[in-house]
């Protein structure tokens, strides 16, 4: 069933499960600073990353479908999770249904389209949610691009939970930072590139830098995916022109709004106003 939506230009939608998209809209505003933003948080919901498919994606078209309610004609998924999982399945079937001239990008392709650059050993190593590393997205993706590379991934699944929490910074977060990083090292002694395949876990990068050998470059999404989003804009003059700009950044969350501002804060470093949504 056709949506009635708006057609008048509005701000791009930024979406991720909890913080994590944070890191990601950070570097965009830094590398488009002049476009309006809409961050949306499901905070109430998050983790996706130990959830089936069936219900990131009904989450994630949940989402995408309220960001477009609110006058998104563009909107990123500032979450591999939701980018390996649901991303596809609303390309293809969602978006013709809805308006198909709105546009739903991920961070799996631009972090994919990095990497052959970046590696000398051809060894990379994925750090990521378990629904992202089950999905397979990155070896796929990388493997379009650059059927050499040998990638090897794991699971941290308590990661997204430490930033969550508010643990990032914890010292008891050591044990877990350090397990997952020695687990994918034991994999393949040759990495010399790890990507870090879930947005929230750049907020984990004082520690995660401790643990990581010094020869070893770690790759966080954030300027890749903002690259890519300022090229895609530049190379669709059609969807640029459907994308205001005056500098604004809204915030809104499935949480409790003081729970959000407290934890975003730290992120961000500034103040911001957050108002509490429904996605269901
Ligand atoms: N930040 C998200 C990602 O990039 C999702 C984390 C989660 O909700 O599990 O995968």
Not at 250 to 279: G, H, M, W
Request: net charge negative; proline share 5%; hydrophobic share 35%.
């Amino acid at each position: 069933m056709k949506q009635h939506l708006s057609h008048t230009p509005g701000p791009i939608g930024v979406f991720d499960s909890g913080y994590g998209g944070l890191t990601i809209l950070n570097k965009i505003k830094e590398v488009l600073p002049e476009y309006d933003y809409i961050y949306l948080g499901d905070n109430a919901r998050t983790p996706y990353g130990s959830r089936s498919f069936e219900i990131v994606y009904e989450f994630t078209l949940q989402a995408v479908n309220k960001l477009f309610e609110m006058g998104c004609h563009l909107v990123i998924l500032a979450c591999n999770t939701a980018s390996a999982k649901a991303l596809r399945s609303i390309q293809i079937n969602d978006l013709p249904n809805i308006d198909a001239t709105r546009r739903v990008l991920g961070v799996i392709r631009p972090t994919a389209e990095c990497i052959g650059s970046i590696t000398q050993s051809q060894h990379i190593g994925i750090l990521a949610t378990a629904g992202t590393i089950k999905s397979e997205s990155y070896p796929l993706e990388i493997h379009k691009l650059f059927p050499d590379i040998h990638v090897n991934g794991v699971a941290c699944p308590m990661w997204v939970p430490l930033v969550e929490n508010n643990e990032a910074r914890d010292e008891g977060s050591d044990y877990f930072i350090r397990k997952y990083i020695d687990q994918l090292l034991q994999k393949d002694s040759q990495i010399d590139t790890i990507i870090l395949g879930c947005t929230h876990y750049p907020i984990l990068l004082p520690k995660i830098s401790k643990y990581v050998p010094e020869q070893i470059r770690v790759i966080a999404q954030g300027e890749y995916v903002a690259k890519s989003l300022k090229d895609y804009l530049r190379r669709h003059p059609e969807m640029d022109a459907k994308c205001t700009r005056n500098s604004n950044c809204l915030f809104y969350t499935t949480e409790a709004e003081d729970k959000f501002i407290e934890s975003a804060t730290t992120f961000l470093n500034c103040p911001i106003e957050v108002q509490r949504i429904s996605l269901e």
